[in-house]
């Protein structure tokens, strides 16, 4: 059992105010401190380790992890553990060593091999996640060095696969799709096949251990010596009037918590783990922290023979640990043993780990106690009878937890101090004490991922004690524990456990039992999805009490793992070993462009690793800086009468409209369709849209000045908002679709529908919006600058169009202003059109005030704005011949573009691109793009595209479905023949020979094992009642066009080199690409030194006043035209050096690199060079094709679906580099799956956006992407009008992920088949649409909300 490690014993409270810990080795000493500081916020603005990035500030994403060490002083140990340094308050690291992602390695003194793996193994694209997942990855290598397991061969860790996998599940990444990184850990694990790991610079064939990065386990010290020695606990920081309190006993708390004092409107606040903030965002100030981890009655777990009793500050780590090692030796109570280790398994899956290593179980259960907060811990405590120990300031107190929760809400000072779990042995209290008795404990939590970091839509805990009677199973007592489910706390349902005490369970029995349950499991008003979280209710009853009917001799086993038992149930219980079961990468690279082709190493990686590649927000701040925060309308349509802000001191300045100077214009964003006002005057358009800009001295003085402002709204005599589709056609609120945007219609549509055997009418789908989530929120940096110029640093994929926002907006000339990008984290559109309103609110208000100005916006206000992808309405009507051939299609399409135009016209033209996959015979269409008052959607990766390409697929399985057909079939009859496709997309079709989707398609069968699967699937979904198997190959095409780019290479004096594009580093891996186009094409001037070319390139930021025209960075091909724009630039100066080169050569037998450019030189060569690519109109448009097939499983109790396995193949031409491509199909593949199965970005009835952050928006994360994925790159050879025969990467592939809603389709028409046979009724389902996101609710839904009971009658009916 865990002992109490307390720290250092108490000093006299005079030596200890001061703060005193290192970073990366380095000693800080603070006596004043502001408490309520973050550990985040003091790195990034006192320090120059700036790679712990924010992410959303809520520990849901771990890109601010680091590696917190302690110092033992009793035991000499070293404790290391991950936390979120954004929920950790400064004043709780006295004494520690923080270790950062700069602190494993860096440029200076050489990079990690954690830092060179990642790289390595392309695990790291825009870069923002990168430095938090080495640390993730880190603290797994440091804690399984401690463990007593056997050394591993030189170079690998002592931790396993699984362990490595798991290191990362809290962190994620919105780049990648995983794999990769995956692989990065997994290359450190002892237990690790490394031909499994995927692509890598290491070794092209056979994987070697010798070349991989070495990794020494003992190169990094956690703990810097100098600290052991000075180590104090702080008793007492000041800091202005605030406080923060360390003590060290019951009476020392008491005396602080001052009861008595508690009139004097002091604000206290105790503090634990402080993880708490990360749900309820903390909008007040305290005047005293009091820190209550170090009091040794509250931070203790102690066994005594009748209970386990844990200290209120006790981790969750520290708790699964202890229940974990707990080994009850007695015989009779491995009941408790048993209870003990599936609590621990439990607790593991709440949060990360880097919130469980600090957020105490005390902390937890005051939340849910006070706040309501959706507990786990509570309910499995409950469901134990457990009890707490509080204390109040009249008296101590012991409560049974349910007595607790149902108290009313504990005030500020009172204190949680223990809490106790009963043994059920030997005391036994209320339990049977029968020889043939067993105790079954389970407990359950269906959540959008199964490991964590989400919360529960229902947890539950089960405890029974059952005995075997002449007539079966009896129970003998039980307690059934749910929480999470949209109730004020934790409940025991005690309706269901009283009516099954006592009796036989029998079928009939489970089926009263589970209609019961609804009603003690009944969610309160306002909840979501309701009737799902009390139909997962009746699924984890009847799992529990299922496998003890009619099976006999399951109540004497100890597991109740009868094969038989487990068959029949939808999940084993088995603990999976990895997350991922393999992957599988081929690519085939052309040599002839040397060192084009070559899977080369992303630019900048190992920087990014490190976290000292520099981001927007990571630029220090010049002197003077303020810092802005948005404050946005909640009303969509409403007069804004003031802002009354909650403090005016803490705001140096609120920005509105007013502040615009004479001459400029409210714009905030700009395109060739219209404008954006940066802020609304008059009227607010809608909500979310921008009001003001609070600037303050701080960003978070800033945030909490624009979080807490009160808009006083009018709303009289104003229309009502337009919200819907639907009134905007009613009113004509319709923005123009210019002629040269809006599709050709394909054929004669009535023609035909009369050639048509069957006919559909007016079928309807509806398509949600999609949030871009990267990783780095918008940001932006203002300087004013001599002479009334502005320099703005952005993170923008459209530098040149802020610049000219900028511009008109201050009214001033545009050679004034300057735009600097360097690298975005993370865009896929949202960095595009919505990033110009950041950049200009911090020039305008740069402006007003005479410094600089920035921003970085918090996560939820950037979710509220961002707009998103566009949500749709669709309206089908098809005509097809008997046999699945398809004779013509029309489509009503409204599509939902917010408040301003933005890039919304394009939507049509897009949507047809991807949509005319198929050949539909004749094709008409009529789009409205409605102009409502929601944030005006924009871009985002694949706009259009990707629902165009589900309505088409959608079109296809409701023929499949009329027709009783194979889905896959009815795919392949109206496939395009050459002429076809041609017909549909004219010059856009390229050659014939350019047409690979056939091929592709017949490849992917093979590959695949498609048609061995599908009977597999068959067999399984025989087999198997509550889990089914889908599976789907699909197809895409997705047509690009190429803009013109601009380019510029110039060569030094040294021989290096320096390019500049037009296009923005997203993460995408230009500026890998265009370094080797420099380095390729300049090695045509043919001299020594030249293959080392590469190396000597550096591609350098966006400026805008350097490179005009730059344009936008989107749509797939800036990196194909950026290179062609060095391609050109770079003839130019081959030219200009080849002749020099000969000359040389003939004078001295051979020249070299280095010579001839300093020769250059020396004769005035102009060694600079421009470019402006302009495609050819005949030849700019072109369409990229893949494939996938995917294969989940669904799980009809709860909903959830697995992704089993997807292989895919994508057509790259030949890939500029296909290391980088890889990345991107894998990356938009997951992004894809977000979209199709988890994302649900929803809005009040107003348009308010209310998902607003990382509790409630679930991106992928590593334990949703497919269990094995498996892609392969095609070189479809040469390609006469692309540059160099390569073709794009970055959009096309997040289309495929319709795969996996298809396969989830076709699992869950097994279901409902299945639920059709137990209610007794004939034939085969006739389900057609299935809603996206298929959420684990929409799923169940589908699969019957019901099915549990239907079974259970069905079995009833037929004894
Ligand atoms: C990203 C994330 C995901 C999470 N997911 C889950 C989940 O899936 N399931 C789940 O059950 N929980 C989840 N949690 C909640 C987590 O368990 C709690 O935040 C944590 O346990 C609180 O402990 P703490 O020590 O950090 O509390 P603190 O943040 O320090 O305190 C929380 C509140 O309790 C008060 N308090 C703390 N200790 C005491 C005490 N001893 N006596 C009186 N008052 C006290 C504080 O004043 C504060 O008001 C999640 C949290 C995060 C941040
Ligand atoms: S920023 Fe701390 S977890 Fe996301
Ligand atoms: S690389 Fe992970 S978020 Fe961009």
Avoid at 42 to 70: D, I, M, P, Q, Y
Avoid at 819 to 828: H, K
Avoid at 1179 to 1206: C, D, F, P, W
Wanted: hydrophobic share 40%; with cysteine.
């Amino acid at each position: 059992m865990q002992q109490d490690t307390q720290l250092t014993p108490p000093q006299p409270m005079e030596q200890n105010q001061r703060l005193v810990f290192a970073v990366n080795g380095e000693r800080f000493e603070l006596s004043s401190v502001d408490p309520s500081t973050t550990l985040l916020q003091f790195l990034r603005s006192h320090t120059r380790f700036k790679s712990v990035k924010l992410g959303c500030g809520e520990g849901g994403c771990g890109a601010c992890n680091v590696l917190l060490s302690k110092f033992d002083s009793k035991l000499k140990q070293v404790e290391d553990y991950k936390v979120s340094s954004c929920l950790t308050l400064l004043c709780s690291i006295n004494g520690c060593s923080i270790t950062t992602s700069e602190g494993l390695g860096n440029i200076k003194d050489g990079f990690h091999s954690i830092h060179q793996r990642f790289a390595g193994f392309h695990a790291s694209q825009c870069g923002f996640c990168t430095p938090g997942m080495c640390i993730s990855l880190f603290s797994a290598l440091v804690n399984s060095e401690k463990t007593h397991r056997p050394e591993p061969a030189l170079g690998f860790s002592k931790l396993t696969t699984s362990e490595a996998e798991k290191s990362i599940s809290g962190n994620l990444c919105r780049c990648t799709g995983y794999r990769p990184i995956a692989d990065a850990c997994k290359s450190f694990a002892a237990d690790v096949d490394m031909e499994d790991l995927g692509l890598n610079s290491f070794w092209k064939k056979d994987a070697k251990l010798q070349e991989l990065p070495f990794y020494d386990s003992k190169q990094i010290t956690t703990y810097p010596e100098f600290l052991k020695n000075e180590y104090k606990s702080t008793t007492v920081l000041n800091h202005k009037n605030k406080s923060w309190y360390s003590p060290l006993s019951l009476e020392e708390l008491r005396s602080l918590v001052g009861y008595d004092s508690a009139e004097n409107g002091v604000m206290v606040k105790l503090v634990a783990g402080n993880t708490g903030i990360g749900y309820y965002k903390e909008t007040d100030r305290y005047d005293k922290y009091i820190d209550l981890r170090f009091i040794p009655e509250l931070s203790a777990i102690k066994k005594t023979d009748s209970q386990i009793e844990i200290g209120a500050t006790v981790s969750i780590s520290k708790l699964i640990v202890a229940l974990k090692e707990e080994k009850i030796d007695d015989d009779l109570c491995s009941d408790d043993d048993m209870v003990l280790k599936k609590i621990a398994s439990h607790l593991e899956k709440i949060a990360s780990e880097s919130i469980r290593n600090v957020a105490s179980i005390g902390g937890n259960l005051v939340m849910s106690q006070r706040k309501n907060f959706p507990s786990d811990i509570a309910t499995v405590l409950l469901a134990v009878s457990s009890k707490v120990t509080i204390l109040t300031a009249v008296k101590k107190e012991i409560l049974t937890l349910e007595e607790f929760l149902k108290k009313p809400p504990l005030d500020s000072r009172s204190v949680l101090l223990s809490i106790s779990i009963p043994f059920l042995k030997p005391t036994k209290n209320g339990y049977s004490e029968k020889s043939n008795t067993k105790v079954i404990f389970k407990t359950f939590r269906a959540s959008p991922r199964p490991l964590g970091n989400a919360l529960a839509y229902l947890n539950a805990a089960f405890l029974a004690e059952i005995s075997v009677g002449d007539t079966g199973v009896v129970i003998d007592s039980i307690r059934l524990a749910f929480g999470s489910f949209g109730v004020k706390h934790a409940i025991s349902a005690s309706t269901v456990e009283n009516y099954l005490v006592g009796k036989t369970l029998s079928v009939d029995l489970i089926y009263e039992a589970v209609k019961l349950i609804r009603y003690d499991v009944s969610p309160e008003n306002g909840t979501s999805h309701p009737a799902y979280r009390s139909s997962l209710a009746v699924s984890f009853l009847f799992e529990f009490l299922w496998p003890l009917v009619d099976t006999d001799g399951c109540v004497n086993t100890s597991t109740c793992t009868s094969p038989g038992v487990v068959s029949r149930m939808a999940s084993d219980h088995s603990e999976t070993t990895t997350l991922l079961s393999s992957a599988k990468q081929v690519i085939e690279s052309s040599h002839e462009h040397y060192p084009v082709g070559e899977p080369i190493v992303k630019s900048g990686a190992a920087i990014q690793a490190s976290g000292e590649a520099v981001f927007v927000d990571d630029i220090p701040s010049p002197l003077n800086c303020l810092h802005g925060a948005f404050i946005y309308s909640t009303k969509p349509l409403a007069r804004v009468k003031g802002i009354k802000l909650k403090s005016e001191k803490d705001v140096n300045s609120v920005v509105t409209f007013h502040d615009i100077p004479n001459g400029g214009d409210n714009i905030g964003a700009k395109t060739i369709l219209g404008t954006e006002p940066l802020f609304a005057d008059e009227l607010t358009q809608c909500a979310g849209q921008r009001i003001a800009f609070a600037v303050a001295d701080t960003q978070k003085n800033a945030d909490m000045a624009a979080e807490t402002a009160m808009v006083d709204y009018d709303t009289e005599d104003l229309e009502p908002p337009i919200l819907t589709v639907e009134q905007a056609v009613e009113k004509s609120s319709l923005f123009e679709v210019p002629p040269f945007l809006y599709p050709s219609q394909v054929g004669d549509f009535s023609k035909g529908m009369a050639e048509s055997d069957h006919q559909i009418h007016s079928a309807e789908i509806q398509l949600p919006s999609q949030y871009y989530f990267y990783m780095e929120t918008q940001t932006a940096l203002a300087v004013p600058d001599e002479d009334n110029c502005i320099v703005v640093y952005s993170s923008i994929q459209v530098p040149e169009f802020a610049h000219s926002v900028i511009s008109r907006c201050l009214n001033i000339p545009e050679h004034n202003v300057r735009v600097i990008t360097r690298r975005v984290g993370g865009g896929f559109g949202g960095k595009a059109i919505k990033a110009m309103p950041v950049a200009t609110a911090c020039a305008l208000a740069a402006y007003k005030l005479r410094c600089p100005v920035r921003t970085y916006v918090n996560r939820k206000t950037d979710m509220i704005m961002a707009g998103g992808r566009h949500p749709m309405k669709i309206n089908y009507t098809i005509g097809f011949k008997s046999n699945g051939k398809i004779t013509a299609l029309h489509l009503d399409i409204l599509i939902n573009a917010g408040m301003s135009p933005d890039i919304s016209p394009v939507l049509p033209l897009n949507m047809m691109c991807a949509l005319k996959k198929y050949n539909f015979g004749a094709l008409s269409f009529d789009f409205k793009v409605c102009k409502t008052n929601h944030s005006s959607k924009s871009a985002m990766r694949a706009p259009g595209e990707v629902q165009g390409s589900f309505i088409a697929e959608a079109v296809i399985e409701h023929i499949a479905c009329y027709l009783s057909l194979d889905p896959g079939f009815v795919r392949e009859l109206n496939f395009h023949s050459f002429d076809s496709l041609r017909l549909f997309y004219g010059v856009g079709a390229g050659e014939p020979s350019e047409y690979t989707l056939p091929t592709m398609w017949d490849k992917l069968m093979k590959s695949s094992n498609f048609d061995y699967r599908v009977e597999t699937v068959d067999k399984f979904n025989k087999n198997n009642i509550w889990r089914k198997k889908g599976i789907s190959r699909i197809p895409i095409l997705h047509e690009v066009s190429v803009r013109p780019t601009p380019g510029k290479v110039s060569i030094l004096p040294d021989g290096s080199v320096v390019v500049e594009v037009g296009g923005i580093e997203l993460g995408q891996g230009l500026w890998t690409k265009v370094k080797q186009m420099a380095a390729y094409c300049l090695s045509a001037v043919q001299c020594d030194g030249t293959d080392g070319l590469l190396e000597k390139v550096r591609v350098i930021q966006a400026d805008t006043l350097s490179m005009v025209q730059g344009g936008f960075t989107s749509g797939s091909t800036t990196s194909e035209a950026s290179c062609q724009a060095v391609r050109l630039c770079c003839n130019v100066l081959v030219e200009r050096l080849v002749s020099l080169k000969e000359k040389l050569k003939e004078q001295t037998g051979s020249v070299n690199w280095e010579l001839l450019i300093m020769q250059a030189k020396m004769q005035s060569v102009n060694l600079s060079a421009s470019s402006f690519f302009v495609p050819e109109s005949t030849s700019m448009r072109y369409i990229n094709y893949g494939a996938a097939v995917s294969e989940v499983e669904v799980n009809l109790l709860t909903g959830e679906t697995k992704i089993l396995q997807t292989d895919m193949i994508y057509d790259c031409g030949q890939s500029l580099n296909p290391a980088v491509d890889l990345g991107q199909i894998e990356g938009a593949f997951v992004q894809g799956i977000g979209f199709f199965m988890l994302e649900e970005y929803l809005t009040n009835s107003e348009g308010l956006v209310v998902v607003d952050g990382t509790w409630t928006y679930k991106i992928p994360t590593i334990d949703t992407i497919p269990k094995q994925l498996n892609v392969q790159i095609l070189n479809s050879g040469h390609h006469k009008n692309r540059v160099l025969s390569s073709k794009a990467s970055g959009e096309p592939p997040l289309l495929l992920a319709a795969s996996v809603h298809c396969a989830t389709r076709a699992a869950i028409k097994e279901a409902r088949n299945q639920l059709l046979s137990w209610k007794g009724l004939d034939g085969s389902d006739s389900m057609i649409q299935l809603d996206v996101p298929a959420t684990m609710p929409v799923v169940k839904t589908l699969c019957g909300l019901n099915n549990v009971e239907f079974y259970l009658q069905s079995l009833s009916s037929s004894s």
